[in-house]
């Protein structure tokens, strides 16, 4: 039987009269490639934060990695890790410093994070750039450092959070090569992604609007069930039934 590493029961999160995530369920298994789809406005961001330990949700139950989404804000946090399009590296501090400092966010001590940076340094053919500012370093190199430094502390979960919004088709392609080898090693990788043909890299994919779950199911049963070429169609005819504003 495979594990479970997100579990979510009837999850609704309210501000005021608006409901932004209403009464959504569903399980994510171990070392599966996730995708959480929507448009802007559909909840999924909403979702994503009680996920990562961000937000309380108002009402429904959980757990990410075993840990409870209402009670183990703080534990989730030590279990998972984050990257995202806008925020993941500081660009004054150097490679090295970058990796220091988030090996101590996710708690490694001094001599872990030592022998951390090496490999990882190793690993990625940055031994030459480890005292250059992260922010000079080109877009793809980018990405590759702060993919690595989420997994240093060893997650069950990686969120990545629109990823590869603004870089060049070949760049997404070799970050997703990097997504795969993770996949492989048992980390399960949640994504949430505005680019379709990267959809159909994910085991499965779920379809936000309106803050319910519309539809989920692999990218081939999606296009076969809607009748679609690809998951760009499938997209379209799903978020074209959103009621509200975005």
Not at 31 to 52: H, Q, V, Y
Not at 102 to 121: H, N, P, Q, S, W
Not at 133 to 149: E, R, T, V, Y
Request: charged share 25%; hydrophobic share 40%.
């Amino acid at each position: 039987m495979e594990e479970n590493v997100i579990t979510i029961w009837n999850l609704t999160k309210k501000f005021g009269n608006f409901t932004a995530v209403d009464n959504i369920s569903f399980d994510v298994r171990k070392g599966e490639i996730f995708g959480f789809l929507g448009a802007n406005g559909a909840g999924k961001t909403t979702a994503m934060r009680i996920l990562c330990g961000l937000s309380r949700p108002t009402s429904g139950e959980g757990t990410v990695a075993g840990y409870d989404i209402n009670t183990g804000q703080e534990k989730i946090k030590r279990h998972i890790g984050y990257m995202s399009q806008k925020f993941s590296l500081y660009p004054d501090l150097t490679v090295r410093e970058n990796i220091r400092l988030f090996g101590g966010i996710y708690g490694l001590k001094d001599r872990e994070i030592r022998v951390k940076t090496d490999a990882m340094l190793g690993m990625l053919g940055m031994q030459s750039e480890k005292d250059k500012f992260a922010g000079d370093l080109p877009l793809g190199w980018k990405q590759k450092l702060a993919f690595s430094i989420a997994l240093i502390h060893g997650p069950e979960i990686i969120f990545l959070d629109e990823p590869t919004g603004g870089v060049d088709p070949e760049t997404r392609r070799r970050f997703w090569e990097m997504i795969y080898d993770t996949a492989e090693k048992g980390v399960t990788v949640f994504v949430t992604t505005h680019y379709m043909d990267e959809a159909e890299y994910c085991d499965r994919v779920s379809v936000m609007v309106d803050g319910k779950i519309a539809a989920m199911d692999s990218p081939a049963g999606l296009k076969s069930g809607y009748h679609a070429r690809n998951m760009d169609e499938v997209f379209r005819i799903i978020a074209g039934r959103a009621e509200r504003e975005e």
